[in-house]
């Protein structure tokens, strides 16, 4: 995911009008129970921190429920049933699949206590599968359609006006961030007793619009609608929020640059669009091959000046002997005992 809005941006692009209200209000920031900030990153991957709504009802009885509060939470929910050191517990729990939420031990429990959130980036990445055995995954990120002449990308030609872009007459003026369906889960240490907030992302079989860079896609909330009906599980039930959420045909994505396969790598370039029909550029072992191959073997050379029956040997094509690194792909929660 690219996750990098500071608090005060997120607040502001998540402005909000209360059901009996005529003016927008801003989603209240509130800091971790655990003391815990976001992890900014261009390369956001499963473990770290970073932003996520709710209805201020979870932490406050008293609260109405379309009140809403964005704090930092961790990526990947802990199972409740987990003892040991909250990243140790051997599941993968970043997304959790539609299909098999009522079913799931790990994921019915939070579906049914109404903990229902809003997961909330730029974009997030996927890759396309190659055409080719041994090929590289093409990543992709994507995100939402910006208003004309913003880009969520660039967001240091529009942060310094922040007080431009909001008001409480016209809400929030400014580029949209992506809001994802999620399910939220509170574990308590057993070692400590310290109190973490994780979570994790919905996924749906792709819309047709989509299907052809992955099979799957993460739930998307469009609208303000959407966002208030996943927010409110007091007037919203399990069920029906589940049924409300559909595979989204409006995102908007381009190409980029397959450093972002590698976790490790961060930076600005990792979200520029990329051209696909511009050659790559080779490594410098990556030319020394190719110059190699295309030389052939000396030896055989030699062969082929006193044997004119023995032929030189020509590799054709160098393609598939180098690769860039590519992302393991993280197998989705099976816990379903």
Known sequence: MLSTLSPDVLCKACTYKKMKSDCYTQAEWRESSNGKECNP???????????VMISKKHLDPNAD??????????????????KGPPTQHKISTNNCRIERITESRLYKDPLNKGRRCVVLCEGFYEWKKPKSK?????????????????????SETW???????????????GPKPLTMAGLFDIWKSPEDDSIIYSYSIITMDSSSAFAWIHERMPAILETEDDVRDWLDYTRVPAEQALAKLKASSILTFHPVSTDVNNAKNKGNHLT???????????SGSGKFMTNWLSQGSPVKAEKSESSPKEGVKRHSSTKDLVQGTSAKKVKEDEATN
């Open 41 to 51: 990153s261009t390369n956001f991957v499963p473990t770290f921190y970073g932003p």
């Open 65 to 82: 429920p379309d009140d809403r509060v964005l704090t930092p939470m961790m990526w990947g929910i802990i199972p409740r049933w987990h």
């Open 134 to 154: 041994g090929g590289i995954k093409q990543p992709y990120i994507i995100y939402f359609p910006q208003p004309e002449g913003q880009s969520m990308f660039e």
């Open 159 to 173: 942060t310094d006006r922040l007080d431009e872009l909001w008001s409480k007459e016209d809400g929030w003026k």
């Open 272 to 282: 520029k669009p990329i051209d696909l029909n511009k050659p790559k550029k080779l």
